[in-house]
């Protein structure tokens, strides 16, 4: 089992940023890919970035391609989201997951999921 808590949300302004915190416990961490996903009212909740647990290839969504850096720190349990250039249409509540599979980009591949902290972005 792993329990996830996120963290470092809250509200800045256009062009700004922020960095969300994931910090895992249970068991293994380092065998888990994970990844972030936002979820805007009304909108599906879709991926935003994603590592694996080696960091080779992580995976970017294109809306957030060089802006947004996803990075991870085995030794202290944590997978981190550094956002950049902040826009109003990147508000959204934010997520953080675990899979134990190899493909990183859907929803359905993860297997524990954290209680999600929000992002607003004011234009």
């Known amino acids: 089992q792993v329990q996830l808590v996120e963290s470092g949300g809250g509200l800045v302004q256009a062009g700004g940023s922020l960095r969300l915190s994931c910090a895992a416990s249970g068991r293994t961490f380092s065998s888990y890919a994970m990844g972030w996903f936002r979820q805007a009212p009304g909108k599906e909740r879709d991926i935003v970035a994603a590592?694996?647990?080696?960091?080779?290839?992580?995976y970017y969504a294109d809306s957030v391609k060089g802006r947004f850096t996803i990075s991870r720190d085995n030794a202290k349990n944590t997978v981190y989201l550094q956002m950049n250039s902040l826009k109003p249409e990147d508000t959204a509540v934010y997520y953080c997951a675990a899979t134990t599979g190899w493909v990183m980009t859907s929803p359905l591949e993860y297997d524990y999921w954290g209680q999600g902290t929000q992002v607003t972005v004011s234009s």
């Open positions: 590592i694996s647990w080696s960091a080779y290839s992580p």
